[in-house]
């Protein structure tokens, strides 16, 4: 049931980068933009990362929509502050569930949670925020792997949010200047 599980994801997964590659095959990323309207790209992009934040350990390819939507004309801060305030709501469900959780999760996680927790919780506070805007400004992976652990031990929430949605902002910010100044150049 497991190895089903993975192979549904993967598909899903595949079908929405494809989907997406025909989209700007076919449709500029202007024409996209046009037609949805700037202002929907924000909040799009803003409910794709809630979603993509709510699915744990399920990554949304949301940064596709970021760099198209800024290759056909969107503020690139405004999506990088959407995406970031967006992801920051859906990974509060991450938190919950590691605060909640952690009778429900297996020994193993549990074990890597506690190792995860103590490399953070060992150093002083600040060294702790700027690991944290690290983490979500430049490694691409989900935010889930550090929030849960720390939800576990019932790390306050305001000392993980903070420094997360900074880096997320940060990170999609990038990625949305990328689209908007670097796009002409791979077409």
């Not at 949301?62 to 198209?68: A, C, G, H, P, R």
């Not at 992801?87 to 995860?116: H, K």
């Not at 927790?117 to 550090?146: A, H, M, Y």
Request: with cysteine; charged share 10%.
């Amino acid at each position: 049931m497991r190895l089903k599980k993975e192979h549904i994801f993967f598909v899903i997964l595949l079908l929405f980068f494809i989907s997406w590659t025909i989209l700007i095959y076919y449709f500029s990323p202007e024409t996209i933009v046009n037609t949805i309207g700037i202002h929907n790209s924000y909040f799009i992009v803003f409910l794709t990362c809630i979603i993509g934040g709510i699915s744990i350990m399920f990554p949304i390819p949301y940064y596709l929509e970021v760099f198209t939507f800024a290759a056909g004309g969107s503020n690139p801060f405004l999506l990088g502050i959407s995406a970031g305030l967006g992801i920051a709501i859906g990974d509060s469900t991450s938190y919950l569930f590691g605060y909640n959780g952690g009778q429900i999760i297996p020994r193993v996680y549990q074990n890597i949670s506690a190792r995860i927790s103590k490399i953070i919780t060992s150093s002083p506070e600040w060294l702790r925020f700027v690991i944290l805007i690290i983490w979500g400004s430049i490694f691409p992976f989900p935010n889930d792997l550090l929030i849960i652990p720390l939800g576990l031990i019932k790390y306050p929430y305001i000392k993980i949010v903070v420094p997360l949605v900074i880096g997320s902002i940060i990170f999609n910010t990038l990625i949305a200047l990328a689209g908007f100044y670097g796009f002409n150049i791979f077409i």
